[in-house]
T-cell receptor
Framework: EAGVAQSPRYKIIEKRQSVAFWCNPI?????LYWYQQILGQGPKLLIQ????????DSQLPKDRFSAERLKGVDSTLKIQPAKLEDSAVYLC???????????FGSGTRLTVV | KQEVTQIPAALSVPEGENLVLNCSFT??????LQWFRQDPGKGLTSLLL?????REQTSGRLNASLDKSSGRSTLYIAASQPGDSATYLC????????????FGKGTRLHILP
């Protein structure tokens, strides 16, 4: 079974620039999550999708972050404009609710300078 | 509000020792609990998944226990090896249909050769 794919692996941008991350979940997994992990902390949920609908985006900074999951498969997370404090690893995960458990991608390490 | 705490934050032990990592959660109404491993700059690798009805799960040298009523889980690592050095994260899934997962901050483990 292929895992959760994420790209790019690394990204360095200047503050106020825009950036986008891509995630392809495990085939058949209806639920997709984006997490932000700041150095030394546990991952924090940004947004959760069930198929192509948003279940929870309460911790997403909507003034600068946006996410979509067209057709209920791939998802993109965008930051515009980026701030220094957005430097973090952005993790995508998917799950099959009936079985439980979550599979994470390798993450995208974002550095804002 | 569910909160997950991991103790200790960091741990260094000589190679070959058995060790225990602790995880506690404030709301015992969980769906499952999952232990992950994270290497520096990398994504999360699932180690063990314990359903709320289970008491423990084992995989090789790893054993995870769950005491839902007291809000505690432990990860036992037998005969530690330098390759076990990583950050270990505990995450709980909520009881509700939205199956959101909440992470602890992790325990940074260093096995001394």
């Amino acid at each position: 079974e292929a895992g959760v794919a994420q790209s790019p692996r690394y990204k360095i941008i200047e503050k106020r620039q825009s950036v986008a991350f891509w995630c392809n979940p495990i085939s058949g997994h209806a639920t997709l999550y984006w997490y932000q992990q700041i150095l030394g902390q546990g991952p924090k949920l940004l947004i959760q999708f069930q198929n192509n609908g948003v279940v929870d985006d309460s911790q997403l900074p909507k003034d600068r972050f946006s996410a979509e999951r067209l057709k209920g498969v791939d998802s993109t997370l965008k930051i515009q404009p980026a701030k220094l404090e957005d430097s973090a690893v952005y993790l995508c995960a998917s799950s099959f609710v009936e079985l439980g458990g979550y599979t994470f991608g390798s993450g995208t390490r974002l550095t804002v300078v | 509000k569910q909160e997950v705490t991991q103790i200790p934050a960091a741990l260094s032990v000589p190679e070959g020792e058995n060790l225990v990592l602790n995880c506690s959660f404030t709301d015992s109404a969980i769906y499952n609990l999952q232990w992950f491993r994270q290497d520096p700059g990398k994504g999360l690798t699932s180690l063990l998944l314990i359903q709320s009805s289970q008491r423990e799960q084992t995989s090789g040298r790893l054993n995870a226990s769950l005491d839902k009523s007291s809000g505690r889980s432990t990860l036992y690592i037998a005969a530690s090896q330098p390759g076990d050095s990583a950050t270990y994260l505990c995450a709980v899934s909520t009881q509700n249909r939205d199956d959101k997962i909440i992470f602890g901050k992790g325990t940074r483990l260093h096995i001394l050769p």
